[in-house]
């Protein structure tokens, strides 16, 4: 597992000096996916029966929290690629040898059901469009949230329950849409995608809401969004880590209008630095700690319980909100400096903001575990 750590750390300066033709091609460039397909960061949770590292949920956490900081873009990509792999353990052995038994396999997609599947001989035939689609461009299997519907387009479960699948497509099924243009994370080519009456073959897609895992081990009694969340956390808390090591290098040199000292000399400059520091260690700390618990549990064989699961989301929420707020209050403390697209302090401020609009992290999500805390009927659905 050290191995993956040590990979991220030592790409991480080459995607640093990289970033700015990340951000320029709105998508992670070929040679950015190389490095990463090469160095195994795409198949965080690839079981080890594919060939994979089935990482421990810490290490997979910490790896995609070190490749954010030097790029988002990067560590976002990282991040989906690695959470939708543990989808792998959920799917019928052949379509798991198809999809993630190459060296090569990086999978991601949108999971909300905004597409349509009817029921064919042998499978399922899928539409739809799907926002969101992070990184799908170099993916070699891409998924699609979808709901089965009858011939009049009206909801439909099958005999078997399916409802919900999450369907996997093949790239040459797949158009890609030129909708990338924002303000934070535009190296991640998080575009739109569509299918138009694809063909899915039995079993190739895992319904996320009542999947049961075909392989046993502690990574399969994770909750597929609870380890979303926990990864988009870990994408905010590396690209603060970033910005406090890149606000104490301005800091030392530059002087704001009108003053003697440099920033690191004044009170402002020295308190935003610290308190950036401590939301970074107390959000990972926050992090580890109900990773760790939950991981005790699920390698002695038990499933984790409600709370373990609504605890995940609220560290995770917590993160990402709380380290977006000081990546803002770096960014300000720096002055015009940040205002530059040269500086990669202004980019990992716009990243984090990106990052934190995610539905797994958003505010609203204390809403959910404050119901929980309080003992209210709460639907625990996509908890």
């Known amino acids: 597992m050290t191995d993956l750590l040590a990979a991220a750390r030592s790409l991480g300066p080459s995607l640093a000096e990289r970033s700015e033709a990340i951000e320029a091609a709105r998508t992670l460039p070929d040679d950015v996916v190389a490095d990463l397909r090469d160095a195994g960061l795409f198949r965080l949770f690839v079981p080890a029966s594919l060939g994979g590292p089935e990482a421990d949920v810490l290490t997979g956490i910490d790896t995609i929290a070190e490749v954010s900081r030097h790029d988002g873009a990067a560590g976002w990509c990282v991040m989906i690629a690695g959470t939708s792999s543990l989808i792998a353990g959920f799917l019928d052995d052949e379509h798991a040898r198809t999809i993630y038994g190459t060296t090569d396999s990086c999978t991601g997609g949108f999971a909300a059901p905004v597409g349509t599947a009817r029921i064919v001989d042998g499978g399922l035939s899928v539409t739809g469009t799907w926002a969101w689609g992070s990184g799908t461009r170099h993916c070699t299997w891409i998924g699609g949230g979808t709901r089965i519907v009858d011939d009049d387009g009206r909801p439909l479960r099958r005999d078997d329950g399916l409802f919900a699948p999450f369907t996997f497509f093949h790239p040459d099924d797949v158009g890609f849409l030129d909708t990338w243009h924002v303000t934070g994370l535009a190296g991640s080519g998080s575009g739109d995608y569509t299918v138009t009456e694809a063909f899915v073959p039995e079993g190739r897609w895992a319904q996320l809401t009542t999947a049961e895992p075909r392989l046993d081990g502690p990574l399969w009694r994770f909750p597929f969004y609870g380890m979303l969340a926990c990864g988009i956390a870990a994408v905010a808390i590396g690209l603060l880590e970033g910005a406090v090591t890149r606000f104490g290098e301005l800091a030392v040199g530059k002087k704001p209008m009108g003053s003697g000292r440099t920033l690191a000399e004044r009170a402002s400059g020295q308190t935003a630095v610290s308190s950036a520091e401590a939301t970074a260690r107390s959000t990972r700390a926050f992090l580890h700690d109900v990773l760790g618990s939950a991981w005790e549990t699920a390698s002695g064989g038990d499933p984790l319980t409600v709370e373990h699961r609504r605890s995940l ?63 209210l009927d709460t639907d625990v659905t996509l908890l």
Do not use: F, S
């Not at 209050?329 to 400096?337: P, V």
């Not at 940040?338 to 809403?367: C, F």
């Open 313 to 375: 989301r609220l560290a995770a929420c917590d993160a990402a909100q709380r380290c977006t707020d000081a990546l803002l209050m770096l960014g300000r403390e720096a002055g015009g400096e940040a205002v530059y697209l040269r500086e990669p302090l202004q980019r990992a401020v716009r990243d984090g903001q990106v990052a934190a609009t995610h539905a797994m992290v958003a505010p609203r999500i204390h809403e959910l575990t404050g119901r929980l805390a309080m003992g």
